[in-house]
């Protein structure tokens, strides 16, 4: 009898796709926190909901309540009521800030990973409803320095990698590449070219830049 299993059963392999999305550690953050915030009020409000029921449940179950405990019963219910709408409505608001910050960062752009079948990996960039039309000019970082009269150090690269979307958003800080001169306010300067025309900015430590 011939063997015809090869003609019953096949097989394919193919490879993975992999898309990663393009965030900020400030933007994971508020994810984080608006969705501990959501899930605390959440857990608030089924707790005061308990509480209504109870309320609810003691009132049709008890025979020739007393006219103060029907009273207490009555303001407690009110009580429960109206936390749970308030409850309610927090935890509603902040689930609802970390699902909009989270269509942010898919609309930020992706980077997708592809596998050919001689396993060749390719990386390829997309940027989403940021993408310059060709023959605009782009957003570019000349040179940036993080200085002192004292000290300084070059932030270009760093600055160049928080470009996101054509702009950058960011704190002049330690935080950016380190403190050139400890206990001494810091000066950035950043050399940028947009749309043709070089420009030049100085920003003080603590200070939001936001160009262009």
Known sequence: MADTSDKLIKSEIKGRNVTYYLTT?????NVKSKSLFGDIFCVLASLT???IISVILTRATGIQLAQETTNV???LLY???CTTVIFALFGLYFHCQSFTTIKKIKGSGTVKSLKRS????IVETLIVDTQ???GESQFEILKAVY???K???DVTEELRKRIVGNKLDVTASNKIKGDPDYGTVKKLTIEYRFDGNTVTKEFTEGERIIIP
């Open 25 to 29: 550690e400030e933007d994971l953050e």
């Open 49 to 51: 909901t308990g509480g």
């Open 73 to 75: 019963l009555d303001i």
């Open 79 to 81: 009580v429960f009521i």
């Open 118 to 121: 001689n396993q060749e990996e």
């Open 132 to 134: 310059i039309p060709s």
């Open 147 to 149: 200085w002192t009269s």
């Open 151 to 153: 000290a300084s150090v």
